[in-house]
């Protein structure tokens, strides 16, 4: 019986054996196996050359193959092996020359569909673009309810009317707010200290978890939700302006987008839902208010008062006015059935951007933030500055009046929540966060019980005792806005992750 090599199944010239394996090779196969993987090539157990062991054995005698016997034979079997080459050959550039064919045809097809997406895309945003800007022949209010002396808010053009000429503020405007500030602080007192039935009770509050999140109501290409505001007479109604340049209508009880309205050339920074009409309002750094209908989808009117960024929007009590606040160091007031501006103010002694507006409930009063950590209270009717609250450091970022009508809430960049008594104009309570907690929104629910902060996280505050029930980090991003639901009987929240999320029992 001859030996025969592991590795090649023929008789070795030189055969030896390995002690680890037990097994039969070529000694030249051998060492050149172990000088590349150092291993025995049966069992892959470390193996040197120097563990091999030659075995003595007569020169072997290798039989030769029946078919290499004769010359013939040998050059049969050469020519049979070329044929065979050459036939493979031959198909594999035939499979080359169709994959290539294939290949190129793909190409073609993806070249021609990205310009037929590129050219509908164009035409898309074209088509949105003209929608948002036609507008009715009518104003914002009915024809019929426009007082004849008062021009149409639209004329018979395609773009909606753009209004910054001062006006003033006439008499019959002057009493009309003074009516209705008188309405209001009546219905306050009647109402006295006495809190609703149907607000949710504090340890009820507590209990809240999130029960939904809507991410798709902004594009994913420029994330964020940069504002939000509820419809006041329906909450279900959820308002949001985004990053994306976009002003979305929410319906929070069938979970779908009621509408999407685009006009805007930069991000949306401030929007307010008109509390009994169909009519949304938005401001934005490029330095437009715009007056969008609902139901229509469209831009009814642009309300060009500044001539910088609008950093803050706030609706008057009467529903047909609008105060507005810009980097341009003014606030302007402005009539929203003409798009007219009726005053434009700044503090020329100051000198500094605005950075956010808010009407006292009574609407005779408003405060504004500036850049420079300052809270200013403005009387309406006289346009002046009548009071001054300094204490924060950092741009004011966020400022809410308590419907109670004495309490005012301000945030800024210095991560504290300073509570102001508009009683005795002084700060009371200065509620400290965690250490660079950014704050972004403010806001209390509508009988003044509870105060929402939201900012690095979202937190509920009982007011008076000014401790907190509440405390939610499920958003992955700031939180740019919060609202309550009737009677907070739910709280909503949207933020820059693009999410709007809803909290309740």
Same mark, same amino acid.
């Given at each position: 019986m001859s030996l025969v090599c592991a590795i090649s199944n023929e008789v070795p010239e030189h055969p030896c054996v390995s002690p680890v394996s037990n097994q039969v090779f070529e000694r030249r196969l051998i060492e050149k196996f172990i000088a590349e993987n150092g291993v025995d090539p049966m069992n892959s157990q470390p193996l040197s050359e120097e563990q091999l062991i030659d075995i003595k054995v007569s020169h072997p005698i290798r039989p030769k193959a029946p078919s290499s016997t004769s010359i013939p034979a040998i050059l049969k079997a050469l020519q049979d092996e070329w044929d065979a080459v050459m036939l493979h050959s031959f198909t594999l550039r035939q499979q080359l020359q169709t994959t290539r064919q294939e290949l190129s045809h793909a190409l073609y097809q993806h070249d021609a569909a990205c310009r037929v997406i590129a050219r509908l895309t164009k035409e898309v945003t074209a088509a949105r673009e003209a929608l948002a800007t036609l507008k009715p022949q009518a104003g914002l209010l009915a024809p019929q309810a426009m007082p004849a002396s008062q021009p149409a808010a639209g004329g018979s053009g395609g773009e909606p009317m753009e209004v910054s000429v001062q006006v003033g503020m006439t008499p019959e405007i002057i009493q009309k707010l003074q009516d209705k500030a008188t309405v209001l602080t009546t219905e306050r007192k009647k109402r006295g200290k006495t809190v609703p039935e149907e607000l949710v009770r504090a340890e009820d509050l507590s209990k809240y978890r999130q029960v939904a999140s809507h991410a798709g109501l902004h594009s994913a %290409?420029?994330?964020?939700?940069?504002?939000?505001?509820?419809?006041?007479?329906?909450?279900?109604?959820?308002?949001?302006?985004?990053?994306?340049?976009?002003?979305?209508?929410?319906?929070?009880?069938?979970?779908?987008?009621?509408?999407?309205?685009?006009?805007?050339?930069?991000?949306?920074?401030?929007?307010?839902?008109?509390?009994?009409?169909?009519?949304?309002?938005? *401001?934005?750094?490029? #330095?437009?208010?715009?007056?969008? #209908?609902?139901?229509?989808?469209?831009?009814?009117?642009?309300?060009? *008062?500044?001539?910088? %960024?609008?950093?803050?929007l706030s609706l008057h009590a009467t529903g047909d006015y609008l105060l507005s606040s810009s980097e341009d160091q003014y606030w302007a007031f402005s009539d929203i059935q003409t798009g007219q501006v009726l005053t434009k103010v700044t503090d020329e002694a100051a000198g500094v951007a605005l950075t956010c507006a808010q009407f006292h409930p009574d609407g005779l009063i408003f405060g504004t933030g500036t850049s420079d950590s300052q809270i200013k209270i403005w009387d309406l009717k006289e346009r002046t500055n009548v009071a001054n609250f300094p204490g924060h450091s950092g741009p004011v970022t966020s400022?809410?009046? %308590?419907?109670?009508?004495?309490?005012?809430?301000?945030?800024a960049q210095d991560s504290s929540v300073k509570l102001w008594d508009l009683r005795k104009l002084k700060n009371f309570k200065t509620i400290a966060l965690d250490n660079n907690y950014e704050v972004k929104s403010l806001v209390?629910?509508?009988?003044?019980?509870?105060? *929402?902060?939201?900012?690095?996280?979202?937190?509920?505050?009982?007011?008076k005792q000014w401790s907190e029930v509440l405390n939610f980090s499920d958003h992955s991003g700031l939180v740019t806005g919060v609202a309550f639901g009737d009677n907070a009987q739910f709280l909503s929240s949207a933020g820059m992750d693009r999410s709007l999320k809803f909290y309740s029992l």
């Open positions: %290409s420029v994330p964020g939700i940069l504002c939000m505001d509820l419809c006041p007479s329906d909450t279900n109604k959820v308002l949001t302006g985004g990053a994306d340049k976009n002003v979305v209508v929410f319906d929070k009880k069938e979970e779908q987008i009621i509408a999407t309205l685009k006009g805007h050339t930069k991000k949306v920074t401030s929007v307010i839902y008109h509390p009994s009409q169909s009519v949304v309002f938005s *401001a934005s750094p490029d #330095s437009t208010i715009r007056v969008w #209908s609902v139901t229509g989808g469209n831009c009814i009117q642009v309300v060009r *008062a500044h001539e910088a %960024s609008v950093t803050g400022i809410a009046f %308590s419907e109670n009508g004495y309490y005012l809430a301000t945030g209390f629910d509508q009988s003044g019980t509870y105060l *929402a902060v939201g900012g690095s996280d979202i937190r509920v505050y009982i007011c």
